[in-house]
């Protein structure tokens, strides 16, 4: 009786098997099957007409789907049992012994003789002639080969390869590395030998192209073709053909992604589910940063936008107008491929012809216009961008200067920092100033300018993101960039504001040197500026918006440098021979936790005792400032700032911008102390930090070529002397010295000084050097000059 039961339970297991397979276990792929170019005819049909529908599940578990014929790669993967033996073999290319992993309740290697075919995959009982097939795994350009790996040879003892095919994936596995190559060789070079594979979507896309100028021609494949229209049932595959079992995803697998032909048919779901979402913002966010970080994705995206968009039961409701809306941030944020973007406009051309004055006529003729303007973009649209994308509006913009004032722009999704540039100097009439201006990112702390090319939603984004990171204040800022003529400028004008402003935060940052006495004057003038004349009850500012910190810590830090007695303990420790201290054990673990104890509660006291030191410092500081501001009464805001800059020019260096870097001394990689380079608008010098005088200044006109040697390194020409430079700051090194080449470029005239010679391209590489090329993220050309 119990071998009864046994029986009866595995016939009724193989059958619920059959019946698994036989009815829906994934045939509802069957209606997207990719077709072979090879098996159209010359005008791009199937040798009889295809109608595509949307697959339905039926109550049955088949596809209520129609396709009126069968294509050959499509009757390739119908194994028939009565050619499951070797009888007719084809040409077979390698074949072997090999182990494939089999899932059943455990995951186990079985052994099979393995043959591969121009146009399969086969494996089989055994070698001899008879023997059983299997399995079949058909080979398509589609499908993918993962190559052996050192870890799972670690992990098993084999060396392993992975083949992914339409409905089936072979993880094969051998104990020889070379025989794993050659396997591997063998498949991809057949997969590569291929033709190109379309989907259905794709072929009705190229006969509506074909027919765009027969309105009837194209209806009648809309209404033959329920794939190209909406839908509310579930898709099973995607639109157009993505690689089986694709490792592009794998970049960012920390995000949880699947395969990409996984992702495509989540996102339709994700697509469908804006119809019934109280808050689309969220869903549309998604979408775009899986298309943002998987870019085959945003041309089936595209299509499956095209899809819902059309012939919709109910397209001037709200839900619906969801998928318009999401259209219109894709079209603000990528640009689908060449197919594609034909494809979109004649859509988008056909809903304004037959929805003309609609609120689809709106969104059509939205998107039309910013496909034209559409550049790829680095961030994901905000929350506030996406809003405004959905009401097709501008959004605000706010830019600071210095002051601290500030004003705001409407900006759109296509909007670069050169644009915002150009409004912000008509905007505060700076059109005729012959200094060059730009935007800047900045925080208390930090600051960087923003390439002209940049879109500021993509500047504003970053910005949020970074506030919501460190928690600081971030802002866009419009500032001086490239100080070419300080003496034009009017007392009286705003630009000298912003000389103004700029030379103080330099002085704060300690990037002026000066004396003592004169950061004293200088601070004072600060405060008269600001608050006018000294008064007990007027707010003052604190010392660091005043006064350099790193003097005040340098004079503390020298006044504590006295050597410091040590605790006995430490004193004894020092006092004992090597020989006679104690052996590991409670005792001496007991010893260094006194000393360890001894040694913290020593830092926190040197702590304190700075912190306090540094209080009464900047007291006395502080103090001597005031004394100074009292002795300016009656001096303007305008006399005050004049003083100001006439001390501040006192250095040879005024105008330049500093940055810090390791000057190499030779080409073995010895370097000397952290230097500050200056890049002014005659010149390039090297300062010694915190000194005054120039330790060596190169003219523009002595400079031969300068650019990047690697991913971290600078190289400026001069002469025969070549100039090495380690810095985190290569792209703004590079991209000021650009500018002011350009402007005197602008200004000269080019081959009107025979000292400089300045190259109209920027696609060159370093005159007489040789330069290895890194794959590096950082690709920025070498100028000629």
């Known amino acids: 009786m119990p071998l009864q039961g046994v029986c009866w339970f595995l016939c009724c297991r193989q059958g619920f098997s059959l019946l698994g397979r036989d009815y829906g276990e994934k045939e509802e792929e069957a209606s997207f099957e990719l077709r072979n170019k090879e098996d159209l005819t010359p005008n791009g049909r199937s040798p009889a007409e295809v109608t595509v529908s949307q697959p339905t599940c039926t109550a049955n578990g088949t596809n209520g789907h129609t396709v009126s014929e069968v294509n050959e790669e499509m009757k390739s993967l119908v194994i028939e049992k009565s050619k499951m033996g070797l009888e007719e073999e084809p040409e077979v290319l390698v074949k072997g012994w090999l182990l494939r992993e089999v899932r059943g309740n455990w995951i186990k290697q079985r052994r099979y003789w393995f043959m591969l075919s121009q146009d ?44 992914y095919g339409r409905k089936h994936c072979y993880r094969l596995y051998t104990k020889h590395f070379n025989e794993a190559v050659h396997w591997a060789c063998a498949i991809q070079k057949i997969i590569d030998t291929k033709a190109p594979v379309e989907t259905p979507t794709q072929l009705l896309i ?71 979402a109280w808050e689309p913002v969220p869903i549309i966010q998604g979408v775009l940063q899986t298309c943002l970080d998987l870019r085959p994705l945003r041309d089936e995206v595209y299509c499956q936008l095209v899809k819902q968009t059309s012939y919709t039961p109910a397209p001037y409701t709200a839900a619906h107008l969801r998928y318009w809306q999401l259209l219109t941030c894709m079209s603000c944020t990528f640009l689908p491929g060449p197919t594609v973007l034909k494809y979109l406009r004649f859509h988008l051309k056909r809903i304004q012809s037959q929805s003309p004055e609609s609120e689809m006529d709106n969104y059509a003729s939205f998107i039309s216009e910013a496909l034209e303007k559409t550049k790829c973009r680095e961030c994901v649209p905000s929350w506030e961008e996406i809003q405004m994308l959905m009401s097709r509006q501008e959004m605000l913009c706010t830019v600071h200067y210095p002051g601290p004032l500030s004003c705001q722009l409407y900006i759109s999704s296509h909007t670069t920092a050169n644009e915002v540039v150009r409004r912000m100097q008509e905007k505060l009439g700076l059109q005729e100033s012959k200094n060059t201006f730009a935007l800047y990112e900045q925080n208390a702390l930090w600051e960087q300018p923003v390439t002209g090319s940049a879109l500021i939603a993509d500047i504003l984004t970053s910005l949020a993101t970074k506030e919501s990171e460190s928690e600081s204040q971030w802002k866009l800022c419009f500032k001086l960039y490239c100080l070419l003529d300080a003496d034009s400028i009017s007392v009286d004008s705003i ?10 935060e330099m002085v704060v940052r300690g990037q002026l040197p000066a004396c003592e006495e004169d950061l004293h004057a200088l601070a004072s003038l600060r405060l008269q500026c600001l608050m006018g004349d ?41 006092g004992c021979p090597t020989t006679q201290r104690f052996h590991t054990g409670l005792l001496a673990g007991a010893l260094w936790s006194h000393t360890a104890t001894a040694a913290h509660k020593q830092k926190v006291e040197q702590d304190m005792r700075l912190r306090s030191r540094l ?44 940055y810090e870097v390791d000057f190499y001394i030779s080409s073995t990689g010895s370097f000397s102390q952290k230097l500050w380079l200056g890049v002014a608008a005659t010149s390039v010098s090297l300062y010694r930090q915190g000194e005054a005088e120039a330790l060596e200044s190169f003219p523009y006109g002595q400079i031969c070529s300068y650019g990047v040697s690697d991913s971290n390194t600078f190289k400026i020409t001069a002469g025969d002397r070549d100039l090495l430079f380690e810095t985190t700051k290569l792209t703004e090194i590079m991209q000021l010295m650009n500018a002011y080449f350009s402007a005197i470029h602008r200004q000269r005239g080019k081959g009107e000084d025979a000292d400089i010679t300045i190259t109209e391209s920027t696609e060159v590489g370093f005159h007489h050097l040789a330069l290895t090329h890194t794959p590096t993220l950082l690709e920025l050309p070498s100028h000629p000059v």
Request: net charge negative.
């Open 206 to 276: 190229r006969d509506i192209e074909e027919n765009k100028f027969n309105p009837e021609a194209v209806e009648h494949m809309y209404q033959h073709n329920p794939i190209l229209k909406y839908t509310q049932g579930p898709l099973y595959a995607p639109l157009l053909p993505f690689p089986y079992g694709s490792l592009e995803h794998t970049y960012h697998s920390g995000k949880g992604y699947g395969s990409v032909r996984e992702e495509a048919v989540k996102l339709f779901n994700c697509l469908q589910q804006l119809e019934s």
């Open 534 to 574: 000294f008064s007990t009850h007027a707010p003052c500012p604190p010392l660091d918006e005043l006064f350099p910190g790193h003097v005040l810590e340098a004079r503390v830090l020298m006044s504590l440098s006295a050597p410091q007695t040590l605790p006995p303990c430490q004193m004894a420790a020092q």
């Open 615 to 658: 209080k009464e410092e900047g007291a006395t500081v502080m103090v001597s400032i005031l004394e100074r501001w009292k002795g300016l009464a009656g001096y303007s805001r305008r006399d005050s700032m004049a003083a100001y800059l006439t001390i501040a020019r006192q250095w040879s260096g005024f105008g330049c911008t500093l």
């Open 120 to 163: 399969s995959l086969d494996y089989y009982t055994g070698p001899e002639k008879g023997a059983r097939r299997l399995g079949t795994l058909v080979l398509t350009n589609l499908c993918s080969v993962i190559w052996p790996d050192k870890q799972t040879y670690k992990e098993t003892g084999h060396w392993s390869i992975t083949v």
């Open 495 to 504: 630009e000298y504001l912003f000389l103004f402003e700029q030379c103080h």
